[in-house]
């Protein structure tokens, strides 16, 4: 009897100690929750079984992913016994974890993934992906048990295609990138003065005439050198939809971006009767605010933006919709007749006032399709830009509820007006999260400390911030090769900063992380920043 007292003493000694161990860091990005390291390994081999449970896309595509990185066969086989990876759903761990929270096991006998939803068991075979160990033909994994779930769950990467049309290909490679570093939402910019990029079946001029331009500027914004290039492209409605599906077997949801009321003269240039002077413009070929907006005080207009709504609604399974709402000269505005009286009838003492109503229009318009409307922090009214007057952001309307609010520009106190007002919001100050800037002005680990909440909001309205956002804005990127070298490796700082608790980031460890990253770009043939 004392034996075996002695025996489970000493085992009770080993649980609690490993129990109380401090939580450890792994070179995963972006950085788990919780991470237990534990004795031995598991030795992965084409003789592994994968079992699919209720997860056999994830299967299929965990099966896929180690065939194309490693040569591996592995089958699907739902009674394997040992040497497997298991896809485990439970209900039971939506509680703790959420649906893109999930927990990994890793013994010498077999792998378990485990979560509420399928998105948590995708996340958990791309924690698995970055643990496996190449040496020689071998192919090893560390035991290890995670717990982990997102700090934020809106994790966006925006691409810019109206200034540089990229094509179907490059997107697919951009969302593939994403989907290994856990980012969940593909915020698409695809309207702007300088290219329309979405067929719109009702409106065909939009893509025929606004999808292209004579030539475009070069060097910098105040630069009178063109390239003598035309430039065009454009997605149709098909191409759309294999993109849309494309993401969402990877849980990521596409937001649309479609600009209103201003960076609209591809759309004008398109069908002149949208402006308010409806006199015929070209696609403009240099970059920066144009001066040509929407006529927002026209019911042709309203129904022509209404029109386009529904078709980027009845494409989009994304709830949000994004409208921009950034950067608009009211010059126009100020100067037609028709748009004063209608402020005058409409009792709007401002163009912000103007610019509130419409855009609280779009967002009703939007709500009873079940959408929620997003625009850049503009929408609000403020004084963000030089070219605005201060008397015509002065803005009385206020900003249906409801509307996601995405900062980008001005004092860091706009953030918690919008939040104390009831707005949730999405973070992507320009000074911290815009990917067309060089590394001189955000840096690897200036991306990396980015934090979405930002100092000194009051915790009660954390909760306000529904996460971040990363932009590739286009203007001066004409290629793939140099948009890579801005986005990568910066884009896997900027996933680990909506993933990972902030106690858990260690800028150290991150870099050892990302040679994983490093070793696939480079067989991916994808340009990084080195």
Not at 456 to 464: F, I, Q, R, S, T
Request: neutral net charge.
């Amino acid at each position: 009897m004392s034996k075996l007292c002695n025996t489970l003493r000493g085992a009770l000694m080993l649980l609690l100690t490993v129990s109380c161990l401090p939580l450890q860091a792994i070179n995963i990005i972006p950085q788990p929750s919780e991470v237990k390291t534990l004795s031995g390994t598991f030795s992965l081999s084409g003789a592994t079984a994968i079992i699919p449970g209720k997860s056999a896309g994830e299967a299929k595509q965990l099966q896929q992913a180690l065939q194309e990185t490693y040569g591996l066969a592995l089958s699907l086989k739902p009674g394997a016994q040992s040497n497997f990876i298991r896809l485990t759903l439970n209900e039971k761990l939506r509680a703790a974890l959420g649906e893109e929270g999930y927990q990994l096991s890793v013994n010498p006998s077999g792998i378990t993934i485990a979560a509420a939803a399928n998105a948590g068991i995708f996340y958990g075979i791309q924690s698995l992906r970055q643990l496996i160990t190449v040496n020689d033909n071998s192919y090893t994994i560390p035991a290890v048990a995670i717990k982990d779930k997102p700090r934020f769950g809106w994790r966006a990467f925006m691409l810019d295609e109206g200034r540089y049309f990229k094509g179907g290909e490059t997107v697919k490679r951009l969302l593939d990138e994403m989907a290994l570093l856990k980012m969940n939402v593909f915020h698409w910019h695809l309207t702007d003065d300088q290219g329309w990029r979405i067929e719109i079946k009702k409106y065909p001029l939009l893509t025929q005439v606004g999808s292209k331009r004579d030539s475009t500027q070069i060097g910098t914004w105040n630069s009178k050198n063109f390239d003598g290039k035309p430039h065009e492209g454009f997605y149709t409605q098909e191409q759309i939809r294999e993109i849309i599906q494309y993401a969402a077997d990877r849980h990521i949801t596409i937001v649309p971006e479609i600009e209103m009321p201003g960076h609209s003269s591809a759309a004008i240039a398109a069908y002149p009767w949208l402006g308010t002077q409806e006199q015929p413009i070209k696609v403009p070929g240099t970059f920066g605010v144009h001066y040509d907006v929407f006529n927002v005080t026209s019911p042709r207009v309203t129904g022509f933006l209404q029109d386009v709504l529904n078709e980027v609604s009845a494409l989009f399974p994304s709830k949000v919709i994004h409208i921009g709402g950034d950067e608009v000269k009211y010059d126009q505005w100020k100067a037609d007749g028709g748009v004063k009286s209608y402020m005058e009838t409409h009792k709007l003492a401002s163009p912000a006032d103007l610019q509130i109503s419409f855009t609280n229009s779009i967002s009703v318009y939007l709500a009873k399709k079940g959408r929620r409307m997003a625009g850049w922090n503009e929408i609000m009214g403020s004084k963000l830009h030089e070219f605005t007057d201060t008397k015509d952001v002065a803005a009385t309307e206020k900003l249906a509820p409801g509307t996601i609010v995405q900062f980008w520009k001005g004092e860091l106190n706009l953030i918690t007006d919008a939040v104390s007002k009831g707005y949730d919001v999405i973070n992507s100050y320009h000074a911290a999260t815009y990917l067309d800037y060089d590394y001189n002005s955000i840096s690897l680990e200036k991306a990396y400390s980015f934090d979405p909440i930002p100092a000194g909001l009051d915790p009660k309205y954390h909760a306000k911030i529904l996460g971040s956002g990363c932009q590739m804005w286009g203007e001066w990127i004409p290629d793939v090769k140099a948009m890579n070298n801005l986005v990568f490796p910066r884009l896997a700082a900027y996933a680990e900063d909506g993933w990972t608790l902030a106690a858990n980031k260690d800028y150290s460890r991150f870099q050892q992380a990302l040679a994983f990253f490093y070793a696939r770009w480079d067989k991916e043939g994808i340009n990084y920043k080195k």
